[in-house]
Nanobody, 115 residues
C-alpha cells in the first residue's frame, strides 16, 4: 500500500514563502512522476507542478517563476517551495504519485495566504 503524507502547509501573508513536503512509503523513482495539485473552494483540482522520473519539470502558468518542485531520492520525499505567495494560491495542496496503472494521493495540506 503506497502512502503519501504531506506537511508544511499553514497561514502566511502575501509575499511570503512556504515549503511543502510529501513523504512517500517507497521509492519515488518507482513512479512515472510525482506531482503537486491544489484545489480551492468551489474549484476543480488543478496541477501545480510535476517532476518526472528523469527529472523533467512542468509548472502551471500561474506559478511559473514562483514555485519550485524538487525531490530527495534518499529520503523518498518531494518538495514544493512556494515563494511570492498570493491570496489566489490559497487551496488544499495534494501530493500525487503517478504509476502506469493508477495514481496515489495524499490527504492534502491547507495553504492559506492572507492579503
Amino acid at each position: 500500500q503506497v502512502q503519501l503524507v504531506e506537511s508544511g502547509g499553514g497561514l502566511v501573508q502575501a509575499g511570503g514563502s512556504l515549503r511543502l513536503s510529501c513523504a512517500v512509503s517507497g521509492s519515488i523513482f518507482s513512479f512515472t512522476a510525482m506531482a503537486w495539485y491544489r484545489q480551492a473552494p468551489g474549484k476543480q483540482r488543478e496541477l501545480v507542478a510535476s517532476i518526472g522520473s528523469g527529472g523533467s519539470t512542468i509548472y502551471a502558468d500561474s506559478v511559473k517563476g514562483r514555485f519550485t518542485i524538487s525531490r530527495d531520492g534518499a529520503k523518498n520525499t518531494v518538495f514544493l517551495l512556494m515563494d511570492s505567495l498570493k491570496p489566489e494560491d490559497t487551496a488544499v495542496y495534494y501530493c500525487n504519485a503517478r504509476a502506469p496503472i493508477r495514481g496515489y494521493w495524499g490527504q492534502g495540506t491547507q495553504v492559506t495566504v492572507s492579503s
